[in-house]
């Protein structure tokens, strides 16, 4: 039995194909400048800050790189987010649509993710500051707090230590699991897009066959 959708629902669903390829293209953009920008950015606490002025101001389109490093770090966290809402206006609750859902949803907790670990990688005056009042946000989590801040830190205090272990988790573990989690996405969108696709041509080809005789 093939269920119909509505015209509205349709819409909503190739709306959902055509973001996650913008999904995919703008973690890729980046994955692959953030890969430029690590060959000279240090993470440390006394050389961060240098280090990105002289992307910025000294290497050769390093201000290019950067530049679409941020767009494209903030653009996949809007249209992930639109993803979902569009998801859900298009009433996309069926099993077939569980991948794409969970990917989805976690792509975005990853990238949000991402954000978060590299307010303190500048290592300028705001996101210093911004950092410390976020550390004492998660340590006032119950039961775990002070353990999670003794992991994101290092220690007492943020210093090298702190800018190395959110390096390590923005640049190895959150971009790796997003990558994945936007082609496992894609996927599963293009999955559902063929399979409802298929049997509407088919009834269109019956009917134009009927019709015909």
């Known amino acids: 039995m093939v269920l119909q959708e509505s015209r509205f629902e349709t819409v909503m669903r190739r709306t959902a194909t055509i973001l996650s390829v913008v999904i995919i293209t703008l973690t890729l953009i980046a994955a692959t400048t953030g890969i430029l920008l690590s060959i000279y950015y240090e993470p440390a606490s006394g050389r961060a800050y240098q280090s990105l002025k002289v992307i910025t101001e000294e290497i050769q389109y390093g201000w290019l790189f950067r530049k679409a490093h941020n767009l494209a770090g903030n653009g996949v966290i809007i249209v992930a987010l639109i993803q979902i809402v569009v998801m859900f206006l298009g009433r996309k609750f069926t099993k077939s649509w569980y991948t794409a859902w969970v990917s989805g949803i976690f792509l975005t907790l990853s990238v949000i993710g991402l954000s978060w670990t590299s307010m303190i990688l500048g290592w300028d005056q705001v996101g210093f500051w911004r950092f410390n009042i976020e550390l004492g946000t998660i340590e006032a989590i119950p039961l775990i707090g002070e353990q999670l801040r003794e992991i994101l830190t290092g220690g007492s205090g943020v210093s090298t230590l702190t800018v190395q272990r959110l390096y390590t988790i923005h640049s190895y573990i959150l971009s790796t699991a997003a990558i994945i989690l936007a082609i496992v996405h ?12 298929t049997p509407q041509e088919l009834i269109q080809g019956v009917g134009a066959s009927v019709a015909e005789s």
């Open 186 to 197: 894609l996927f599963s969108v293009l999955w559902v897009e063929k399979q409802v696709s």
